[in-house]
């Protein structure tokens, strides 16, 4: 049984969403293990800041130990830190370079039987569902690429999310369910029993439409 939380974007420097963490981080144990993929990036300095701050933060959330996946590390002892831990994490950053890692890696098929929880803040949300809906710009001038993400889930969610983008969502809504997750909200999802709980003000784009779920 999977728990996957999907954050619509965090301050981690501020904690803006510690709230949902401190529930992800709980429903994980006693004391859990944690393992952090920092592939949505590529910059080594930013792996480093990122390393650092998640550690304080997470070590304040009651975590047992810290353990990072690394691009470089083999398949075999990547699989066996997932194996390890209670709880995952994948942090903001650039979805379609963890995408790309993780299809190198095979990441999606190492997640396939994982009992655990995962947490999934802004880019780390996106690429967690079939389809990692990717929209940038403004009103005027936006930019949406859809590219596959791990599946791990049927729908889509949007993060940092605005009102700014409803046109372009309701459109994208024809034939597949977006969960538009604003900043320092959050989703919890129960994979085994098809069951949702909401942080915050979320909204679901479907069939062209818009509605407030929460």
Not at 5 to 33: H, M, Q, T, W
Not at 137 to 165: A, M
Request: charged share 30%; hydrophobic share 35%; proline share 3%.
């Amino acid at each position: 049984m999977v728990r996957i939380y999907f954050l619509g974007g965090e301050d981690v420097n501020k904690r803006s969403s510690i709230e949902i963490n401190r529930s992800a981080f709980e429903e994980a144990g006693d004391c859990p293990k944690a393992l952090v993929f920092l592939w949505t990036t590529d910059d080594e300095r930013k792996m480093r800041k990122y390393s650092s701050i998640l550690s304080r933060y997470f070590l304040d959330l009651g975590v047992k130990s810290i353990a990072f996946a690394r691009t470089s590390e083999s398949l075999d002892e990547i699989s066996r830190k997932i194996k390890s831990s209670d709880l995952i994490y994948i942090p903001g950053g650039l979805p379609k370079i963890f995408l790309k890692h993780a299809a190198q890696k095979g990441l999606s098929y190492l997640l396939s039987d994982y009992e655990g929880i995962i947490v999934g803040n802004s880019a780390g949300a996106l690429v967690l569902c079939k389809e990692c809906i990717i929209t940038t710009g403004n009103r005027s001038d936006p930019y949406t690429e859809i590219v596959s993400g791990l599946g791990l889930v049927h729908f889509s969610v949007e993060v940092h999310y605005s009102p700014s983008k409803d046109s372009v969502l309701k459109e994208l809504s024809r034939g597949r369910e977006i969960y538009a997750i604003p900043e320092d909200c959050g989703i919890r999802y129960d994979t085994s029993a098809n069951k949702f709980t909401f942080f915050g003000e979320i909204y679901l784009f479907k069939d062209g439409e818009k509605r407030k779920i929460s």
